[in-house]
């Protein structure tokens, strides 16, 4: 399985901006965004499973939505209303598993696939 995001880039604060993971060699997985700021951790960003099951993290609910073609084998991030603490590398993640209910999401050891990552940088 090989992933590949992109569409990062430059925008303002309280703009939007839609990042796009191409997946090849794949199918039927769970699929993923993480984000890595400067001098932290890479924390979660929201799931999708292959039926369009979601879970978000609460820092980004009711600004950010992910959806996925499945025909296309790519999965989006649409990032609305972004905050300087939105600024980072994002990163897509795949696995066969599919319980986005159980914590399992939230951990990056847990993931079995990732692609390189794309800087969004928000500024003020």
């Known amino acids: 399985v090989q992933l590949q995001a992109s569409g990062g880039g430059l925008v303002q604060a309280g703009g939007s901006l839609r990042l796009s993971c191409a997946t090849s060699?794949?199918?039927?997985?769970?699929v993923a965004w993480f984000r890595q700021a400067p001098g932290k951790g890479r924390e979660f960003v929201a799931a999708?499973?292959?039926?369009?099951?979601?879970r978000y993290a609460d820092s980004v609910k009711g600004r950010f939505t992910i959806s996925r073609d499945n025909a296309r084998s790519t999965v989006y991030l649409q990032m609305n209303s972004l905050k300087r603490e939105d600024m980072a590398v994002y990163y897509c993640?795949?696995?066969?598993?599919?319980?986005?209910?159980?914590?399992?999401?939230?951990?990056?050891?847990?993931?079995?696939?990732w692609g390189p990552g794309t800087l969004v940088t928000v500024s003020s």
């Open positions: 993640a795949a696995d066969t598993k599919s319980s986005i209910g159980s914590d399992w999401v939230l951990l990056t050891n847990r993931w079995r696939y």
């Open positions: 060699g794949s199918t039927g997985y769970t």
């Open positions: 999708i499973t292959w039926s369009g099951g979601r």
